[in-house]
């Protein structure tokens, strides 16, 4: 049985699950161990200790250089890519009553993808890579409006929604294909990694911007919280309870395009975070979407940290993208946890 | 205590009217019962007192005003509505369910006070559910899952209650269960029940007004007695049938003739 | 118009589209030309040969695949009750693609014919371990569980497909276009063996349509009608391999007919799987001739991937489907 806490203080009062709140505690320590490991090892190797003397006073200039410019900046980046898409994918699922639910399937991704590789194909040469990621998230706020608009009919219900979004995906994967297969090959190359999802090279400014975007969503995505369970109940019940049933189905919809747009716009289009992490998180911990979000977050972040440090360090010299290794780490965790579920 | 009522409602779907121009009173305090064959609207009825359903003309009044003139929290701290076969969130504890309740009562500031505490205890002592509170609602048998959704709608703490064939898929121990409960927080808490039923004999055995929905309106309603005779069972459901007091609570009983006509 | 009529007429529509295939192109031939290449072939007469080689191969590759893409997804939905399953869902074309991949990379195999027999063993390997998968553990093939293991086993095959591609960067363009989904360069001497497979697969499909009936009413209707259910779904699992497998070997990931043939047919004709299923391998044909004709025009001279065209086309269908659901949807 779960030790709950009530905390009340003046007009405020919450529950508050011991048990969960030591779980997430334990997967902070996990996340923060695989950060200092992240940090450690790469083309250069350095102890977990060199590395915290590099952080906290100073040291050596050029390995100052590697773990505060090249490296961290990087893992950081990882990080909130894995973060938010987790969390995006988490609200989805609650949305969509369905397990296969993630930013993939409701044109995020795709829709991302499509733009992304336009501006690649068409706007790089002219304007330069810097408002990539602008392309991308309009392009992912573009294609959930169409599959909203598209499937509204007096309200969204989740099944339809899930159902255009698989058309509206797949006609965007199509048109993706279309300019890739006709565009040159330089084009193609890049178009391809940024495809997989990489966070290489990335330098102080990328983690920050997404860091500034995930902090401006993080305030709605804090009042919507306490909504998503009641959600999940049918509409007719959670009506009767007093929710605004479309207009929380909305914003919900909002917040998770903006978290996974974002995080694809910097990260490319790394597939399956969004889809594993909330199941592994939902296996840890019971309902109540604040826990689940927070699990999920650490989740996410540690799963593309160490899909990243494989890509950086197990075929050295190549630095692969981390798109690759995140479904090569996260799917047979996936598939223990589905063989060993009792249902 | 909040009075239900309709004004020259029209219901449609789709341009199919399903109920036209009904005007009706459903009393105060009171458990009421809407009978009526498959499909004749009786559930749409119910949705539309609920704020489901927008009137294609007309009104449902709550207590003076127009329903849909409110917000739908302040309907919600006056009328709860169990539907037809609900599904919960996966892996949901009794607790957890019933506390959903309390949402039209919560804020993002106030997400357990003391009030909710108590009238979730209450809930749960009223249905008896205080020694399967932790369990997850899955695993309960069809009687008690029922009796912990209607545990949820008492954490509401409404006037009035509406349910939608509370009592389909439960074996009749379970069915008789949940009506006596039903019952109990009608007589002790004065709070007015409204329900569809498909057992005519359980519905005038527990109600004390029945409304017979048919030809897209309220074809009779008043007292079991008055309503539940044998022309209209012949005319609502199309089924020869003989009504007699029953034995033990006096109440109508139908007994249907199908092909075997007692002499 | 009864359910045999709306079938003869799907046939007539394929036999149409057939001979449209066999006449358009990047050279537009005649129908009496077309019609004489069958009947007095001249060897000298390039429109002849044209009709006789690539474009019959192409034709009749097209119907193949469309046929048992479509039938393979109608079986898939039937399997995991889940109206969103298509061949993708079992990570075929993912499985196939990667083990294509990895031949021609690491043992550079470049001939298509080898391609053909690497997509179809990789297509039986994906769809083997997702069985395996979905069945441990628990009783009987428990949907949801088929599901996700499918999307799981896909995303990994994908995952290395891109790993390879990424480092080994030259094949990606040739690979990228078979990847897409494309029935050229491919000649019917090869092909044979694998429509051959296609043509018994269907067949036997239709063996089993009656069972899929009852085995849809529910597991438990089933068993007690006495049908051996989990014979029927390996039996099932089995003919989906070989469909899906032999489609993706001939035509590379064509992703849309599997999903969205089904649902119209099932709308639009009948859900008895007796007349859906031959319903869904002529449709399926006629879907994918009309793109691959399309595909070979619409951007002379160069060619665009079937796969683009039925999704490009298949999508707004499976949108308007979508959204007349009604009042489950």
């Known amino acids: 049985m779960d030790k709950l806490m009530t905390v009340r203080c003046g007009g405020f009062s919450r529950r508050i699950n011991l048990s969960t709140l030591l779980r997430l505690v334990l997967a902070l320590a996990l996340t923060l161990l695989v950060i200092l490991c992240s940090l450690s090892l790469g083309k250069v190797n350095l102890s977990p200790l060199a590395v915290l003397r590099i952080l906290f006073s100073s040291a050596d200039p050029s390995l100052t250089f590697i773990v505060e410019q090249l490296r961290f900046p990087r893992i950081f980046l990882a990080a909130l890519v894995g973060a938010a898409l987790s969390v995006s994918g988490l609200i989805l699922q609650s949305i969509i009553r369905n397990p296969l639910a993630s930013p993939d399937l409701l044109g995020i991704t795709s829709g991302a993808s499509a733009a992304a590789v336009l501006y690649l194909s068409f706007f790089s040469v002219a304007l330069g890579q810097q408002f990539l990621p602008v392309a991308a998230m309009l392009g992912a706020g573009l294609a959930t409006l169409a599959i909203y608009l598209l499937a509204w009919k007096q309200g969204a219900s989740p099944l339809r929604l899930v159902l255009i979004g698989v058309g509206v995906s797949a006609m965007l994967t199509a048109c993706t294909t279309f300019i890739l297969v006709f565009s040159p090959l330089t084009t193609t190359l890049s178009a391809y990694v940024w495809l997989t999802g990489s966070v290489y090279g990335a330098s102080w400014p990328e983690p920050l911007a997404l860091g500034g975007w995930l902090l401006g969503i993080c305030p709605l995505l804090v009042l919507l919280a306490r909504q998503v369970m009641v959600q999940q109940l049918d509409d007719s019940l959670a009506q009767g309870i007093g929710v605004r049933v479309q207009w929380l189905r909305a914003g919900l919809l909002l917040v998770s395009v903006a978290l996974a747009g974002a995080a694809i716009a910097w990260g490319g289009a790394i597939a399956f975070v969004g889809l594993i992490a909330p199941h592994i998180a939902k296996r840890l911990i019971g309902p109540g979407f604040g826990g689940q979000a927070a699990m999920a977050a650490l989740i996410g972040a540690t799963l593309v940290m160490l899909a990243d440090l494989a890509g950086r360090t197990l075929f050295l010299p190549l630095d692969l993208p981390a798109g690759i290794f995140v479904a090569v780490l996260g799917t047979p965790f996936f598939l223990y946890l589905l063989i060993k579920q009792r249902h | 205590m909040p009075s239900i009522a309709s004004r020259s409602l029209t219901l449609s779907y789709q341009r199919q009217v399903i109920i036209d121009e009904l005007d009706m009173q459903l009393p105060k305090g009171k458990i009421s019962v809407l009978i009526g064959s498959n499909g004749c609207g009786k559930s749409t009825l119910l949705k539309s007192f609920a704020r489901l359903l927008k009137p294609t003309h007309g009104s449902v009044i709550l207590d003076g005003v127009d329903i849909h003139q409110k917000s739908t929290a302040a309907v919600a701290r006056e009328l709860a509505i169990l539907p037809q076969m609900p599904s919960a969130p996966e892996g949901i504890s009794v607790r957890q369910l019933v506390s959903l309740g309390r949402y039209p009562y919560q804020s993002w500031m106030q997400q357990w006070s003391v009030e909710d505490e108590a009238m979730v205890k209450q809930a749960l002592a009223q249905t008896g559910l205080e020694i399967l509170a932790d369990r997850p609602v899955d695993a309960l048998s069809g009687g008690q899952r029922q009796r912990a959704w209607i545990a949820m709608t008492l954490a509401q703490d409404t006037g009035i209650v509406l349910l939608d064939e509370p009592t389909t898929f439960l074996d009749l121990a379970h069915q008789i269960e949940v009506l006596d409960l039903l019952r109990d927080l009608n007589r002790r808490e004065n709070k007015t029940i409204i329900m569809v039923l498909h057992d005519l004999n359980l519905a005038c055995r527990y109600a004390d007004h029945m409304v017979a929905v048919h030809e897209r309106t309220a074809f009779a309603q008043g007292r079991p007695e008055e309503v539940l005779t044998e022309s209209l069972v012949k005319t609502v459901f199309d089924l020869n049938c003989r009504i007699i007091p029953d034995p033990f609570f006096g109440t109508p009983m139908c007994i249907p003739f199908g092909r075997d006509v007692p002499q | ?329």
Request: overall charge positive; hydrophobic content about 60%; some cysteine.
């Open chain 3, 1 to 329: 118009m009864s359910n045999g009529l709306k079938l003869g007429c799907a046939a007539l529509a394929l036999l149409l589209c057939s001979l449209l295939s066999l006449a358009v192109g990047a050279t537009w031939i005649p129908l009496s030309q077309v019609a004489a290449a069958f009947v007095h072939p001249d060897a000298s007469s390039i429109s002849h040969v044209l009709v006789t080689s690539t474009r019959l191969s192409r034709t009749l590759m097209a119907i193949a695949v469309g046929a048992s893409l479509a039938v393979a997804g109608a079986l898939m939905q039937a399997l995991t009750r889940n109206p969103l399953a298509s061949p993708g869902l079992f990570g075929i074309n993912a499985g196939a693609s990667f083990f294509i991949i990895l031949f021609s990379s690491v043992f550079s195999l470049s001939s298509a014919d080898a391609w053909l027999w690497c997509a179809f063993i990789g297509a039986a390997v994906a769809g083997c371990l997702v069985w395996l998968i979905g069945n441990m553990g628990q009783g009987s093939l428990n949907p949801l569980r088929i599901v996700l293991a499918g999307a799981a086993i896909a995303a990994l095959f994908s995952a290395f497909s891109q790993a390879l591609l990424v480092v080994n960067q030259d094949g990606l363009d040739t690979v990228l276009f078979w990847l897409a989904g494309s029935l050229s360069e491919r000649s019917l001497s090869v092909a044979a063996p694998l429509l051959v497979c296609s043509l018994f697969a269907l067949l036997g499909t239709l063996l089993l349509a009656g069972q899929l009936n009852v085995l849809n009413a529910g597991e438990e209707i089933a068993t007690g009608l006495g049908q051996r259910t989990g014979l029927i779904r390996i039996a099932m699992s089995v003919l989906i391999v070989c469909l899906a497998g032999s489609a993706v070997a001939l035509a590379g990931s064509i992703g849309f007919v599997g999903l969205l043939v089904p649902h119209m047919v099932r709308k639009g004709l009948s859900i008895d799987h007796r007349w859906l299923l031959p319903g869904c391998a002529l449709t399926g044909a006629v879907l994918l001739l009309l793109a691959d004709t399309l595909a070979r025009v619409v951007m002379l001279p160069q060619e665009v991937p079937v796969g683009v065209m039925t999704a490009l086309f298949g999508a707004p269908f499976f949108i308007i489907l979508a959204r007349r659901g009604g009042r489950h949807g």
